[in-house]
């Protein structure tokens, strides 16, 4: 019947092609591939990866901020589900944008999803009746 569906996602991949940058961030570990090097960070560091063209910091074993040059700033958060029922644990991924307002209109993917606005048009109006509003 009615039955309540949720979406737990488990791995995230960004790549920014011209800044040369693939991101890879799973519920175990982050692999960061920049400009021909690779720096794999675990969820329990402390730790940032810095330069002129990125900022990544991670912290509280939680927490994964990224800023890439004069385009993003996004979050993800490790969340931990519990399941009482079972007493079983699985850890998820959340996604959250910081600032995205420099991005290019050809963005797709999860990301693209959110950021192109959704293009439509009100027809059909009926004049407002007095005392009962028109939605």
């Known amino acids: 019947p009615l039955a309540k569906n ?4 488990c791995l995230f991949a960004v790549t ?11 519920t175990d570990h982050i692999s960061v591939f920049h400009n021909g090097k690779h720096v ?14 990125l900022d990544i910091r ?6 994964l901020t990224v800023s890439l040059r004069h385009t993003v700033k996004f979050r993800i958060i490790r969340h931990t589900k519990i399941w009482k029922k079972y007493h079983d644990q699985q850890n998820y991924l959340g996604f959250y944008t910081l600032d995205s307002h420099h991005l290019s209109s050809s963005v797709h993917g999860l990301l693209g999803q959110f950021y192109h606005g959704v293009e ?9 009746v007095e005392g009962k509003s028109n939605a």
């Open 6 to 9: 949720n979406t737990y996602f």
């Open 40 to 53: 794999r960070l675990q969820w329990s560091d402390t730790t940032s990866v810095k330069d002129d063209s």
């Open 58 to 63: 991670l912290i509280n074993s939680c927490s």
């Open 120 to 128: 439509f048009e009100v027809t059909d109006l009926h004049p407002e």
């Open 16 to 26: 920014h092609r011209k800044l040369g940058l693939q991101l890879d961030v799973n």
